[in-house]
């Protein structure tokens, strides 16, 4: 919403956002007597309230203690949220107000998209999103949503979860594989978007040996493009584990190992794998508990020393 | 003073983007350009003046007297996290050793009392409902405080039927009653319930089993079952079993094994995802769940004992110190950043378990003995002494008697 500089007062008003008056300067609330916040001269860690802040929180306050719910406490607790949209007491009074006004919430989704834009990071604003799918019973506009916001920010914690929430109630699990792999190629490092193909997995298909099979030869074709890249690493070691081989019995992902290593294509993700593979045979093989100590040796003096009083103590645990 | 790593050398530890640009090599790359400078300049620096990196004290000191006193408008944000607010300023404060003189410490009871409920629970301000997150923040505050007109503010009998009224069905914990329920919640209702002395074995029963759901294939714990492994989450996880003495539930070396890779390589602080930036309040978060796994380490039979804590003690208190401190004082997130309360507490929390985390009797301080702080709980995050006051406090009061209301 911009506002021009040069053009007569017509443009300037069409474009400009009208002006907030104060709650104690409209007519429409003369009736209500605002209340201050109850430590009104707090001698500490006293916050330094706008004017506005605290007019609009004095007239909440009114409103709450006589329990009104009508149109205009509505728009009260949208000005509310907007100067603070993590008051959580505001959210679940304006829920209260839509049920008791049986407001149509397709209204109310609207509302709550724009929140969620301006405050992605807010955990009320989210929160209340879903009791509203909930109350609706219709997800429609949940997948859209969130694709869009992580967009913006394609690892927001939120989006995800709520994304996770939805497909999971509603049963929409169609389109996520090819989410992942979208994501995926947008960012190989997108580690949201790897848990998300594990959470997908683990509640379509399974860890079946053909699924994980295919999964296998998808996760080595990544690893292959950064071998620096965590995120591949621990989903490989995610579904190995689902399997009854196990991190260690799988042929294709040892001699995957073997030929990095071989053509010295050597990471700390891709010793630190090695290191999981040897201490699974370790119990039975002498030569695997060699090769761990071997490797948390190369790992903490060359590899990857940051880590160095971890790698020797696992070295000793062997 | 403890031997850090040869931060002239720095540069050996940069990201390798393997000609595979994407947002997030473009991002790390960028916070370690910054990061890198501030580093390796301290590296040089340190030859002509041994006694580098210097604590701030004195600003750091500032800053939180005049938070106590009075913060401006850009924290109307937080007006429903009052007691985090009065909680951040005096575990900072009790960090540094500068704990506010009686007259203000008694006014932050008056202001903690304001934010107290009818239910027992404490709001985020005045008139606020209560929730779980203002709660756990209050209680450290009052605790903190340490004295018998702070702790005897919390009303136990009551504080105890707000707990059970939060549990559901499922047996996790929601911060508030119509509200998101995630692994805070567990977390927050332990450390209440532990620290005060309200704990039934009955209140969090199936809590446990609900938190082993949240173990992800990372190995670290998520907010809820499903959802990526993330620092907050996974200290909120782990300490929480602890609380329960049910720490051997989980896949442990999985645990470590993600804990330990958290730690970034060039900045020596910790990242809260894989592939996601280094940020100073991770100090804690990640940093403080360390003491917890030497102590699991400790009980496992056969296991030999570890000589520090399993991460590299030196390099966080490097990257806080050099890279975290904001010259007006108070902590960061990361160079770029601006200072705030919430920083500055996880910021020094950090630093205090990077110190004290192994043995408290003999710390690891990097730069000048003048940096020491004071040890830290690992569970509650108040100081090991506060934690003891409040404890044997509230254990000389019989637990209530637990009633399971509606």
């Given amino acids: 919403m911009s506002e021009t500089e040069s053009s007569g ?107 969620i834009h301006q405050h992605p990071k807010n955990y009320q604003v989210w929160y209340h999103r879903k009791a509203i799918v909930e109350m609706l019973g219709d997800p429609s506009a949940e997948l859209e949503l969130t694709k869009n916001d992580l967009e913006y920010d394609s690892k927001n914690y939120h989006a995800w979860q709520h994304r996770q929430w939805v497909v999971q109630t509603f049963g929409m699990f169609d389109g996520e594989m090819v989410l992942c ?47 620096h890249n965590e995120s591949a690493w621990n989903f490989l070691r995610g579904i190995l584990c689902q399997t009854k081989d196990g991190i260690s019995g799988n042929i294709k992902v040892n001699t995957f190992c073997e030929n990095l290593i071989a053509s010295n294509n050597i990471s700390p993700q891709l010793l630190a794998f090695l290191v999981d593979i040897n201490m699974a045979l370790a119990k039975e093989d002498q030569q695997a508990r060699e090769k761990v100590k071997e490797l948390c040796m190369q790992l903490a003096t060359d590899v990857d020393t940051i880590r160095h009083n971890y790698w020797n103590y696992l070295a000793q645990t062997v | 003073m403890a031997n850090g790593r040869d931060l002239k050398l720095i540069k050996d530890f940069r990201f390798d983007e393997e ?32 006694d580098l990196p210097v604590l701030n004290r ?76 203002p709660t756990y923040a209050a209680v450290n505050a009052l605790c903190t405080l340490g004295t018998v007109e702070a702790m005897a503010l919390i009303d136990r009998e009551k504080l105890q039927k707000f707990l059970y009224s939060l549990k559901n069905a499922d047996s996790s914990f929601s911060m508030h009653h119509g509200s998101e329920a995630d692994i805070r919640g567990v977390y927050c209702a332990l450390s209440i319930a532990r620290l ?9 029963s199936g809590s446990a089993e609900w938190i082993v759901r949240c173990q992800t294939y990372e190995g670290g714990f998520a907010g809820v079952p499903g959802m990526e492994a993330h620092g907050g989450y996974a200290f909120c996880g782990l300490a929480a079993l602890f609380l329960m003495g049910q720490e051997d539930l989980i896949d442990f070396p999985a645990f470590l094994r993600w804990a330990v890779s958290r730690q970034m390589k060039l900045e020596g602080g910790f990242q809260g995802r894989t ?18 796994i030497n102590l699991i380490l400790k009980t496992k039979e056969g ?77 509650y995050n108040i100081t090991s002494e506060s934690a003891e006051k409040a404890t044997t406090y509230f254990q000389s009061l019989p637990c209530p008697c637990p009633g399971r209301l509606i």
Wanted: proline share 6%.
């Fill in chain 1, 9 to 115: 007062d017509e443009c300037v008003l069409k474009c400009k956002k009208p002006a907030f008056v104060l709650y104690r300067n409209r007519e429409e609330w003369k009736d209500v007597v605002p209340i201050p916040q109850a430590d009104v001269h707090n001698a500490v860690v006293a916050i330094n309230y706008s004017e506005k802040f605290k007019d609009v929180y004095d007239y909440l306050r009114a409103v709450l203690a006589k329990q009104e719910k009508s149109e205009r406490v509505l728009k009260l607790t949208e000005d509310a949220l907007n100067l603070n949209p993590a008051n959580y007491s505001v959210w679940q009074y304006r829920r209260e107000i839509l049920r008791c006004l049986k407001i149509d919430l397709r209204r109310e989704l609207v509302f709550s998209a724009k929140m």
């Fill in chain 1, 181 to 227: 792999d979208t994501m995926i190629e947008a960012d190989i490092r997108n580690n949201s978007a790897w848990n998300h193909r594990f959470f997908v997995m683990s509640n379509t298909t399974g860890f079946t040996p053909q699924v994980v099979a295919a999964q296998v030869d998808y996760t080595l074709q990544q690893i292959s493009k950064a071998i």
């Fill in chain 2, 19 to 50: 000609n595979v640009s994407t947002v997030t090599s473009i991002e790390q790359i960028n916070v370690e350009d910054n990061c890198e400078e501030l580093l390796y300049q301290t590296g040089l620096a340190s030859e002509i003046e041994p």
């Fill in chain 2, 58 to 133: 004195k600003q750091h000191l500032e800053f939180l007297n005049s938070s106590l006193k009075y913060l401006p408008k850009g924290y109307e944000v937080l007006d429903s996290s009052q007691p985090w607010l009065c909680y951040w300023i005096l575990h900072s404060l009790s960090l540094l050793e500068n704990p506010p003189n009686a007259e203000v410490s008694s006014a932050l009871v008056a202001r903690l009392a304001r934010c107290q409920t009818e239910s027992g629970g404490f709001g985020g301000g005045p008139g606020q409902s209560a929730h779980l997150a």
């Fill in chain 2, 196 to 204: 005060t002395n309200i704990y039934t074995e009955e209140l969090f």
């Fill in chain 2, 275 to 292: 592939n996601k930036l280094v940020d100073g309040c991770y100090s804690f978060w990640q940093g403080g769940a360390f003491p917890l």
């Fill in chain 2, 303 to 379: 296991m030999p004992m570890p000589l520090s804590l399993l991460f590299n003690q030196e390099a966080l208190q490097e990257y806080l110190l050099i890279c975290c401190q904001h010259p007006r004082g108070g902590i960061i997130d990361k160079p770029g950043k601006s200072q705030d309360l919430y920083h500055t507490c996880y910021g020094l929390s950090g630093i205090s378990v990077a110190q004290f985390g192994f043995d408290p009797s003999h710390p690891t301080v990097i730069g000048p003995p003048e940096n020491k702080l004071v040890p830290c709980h690992p569970l």
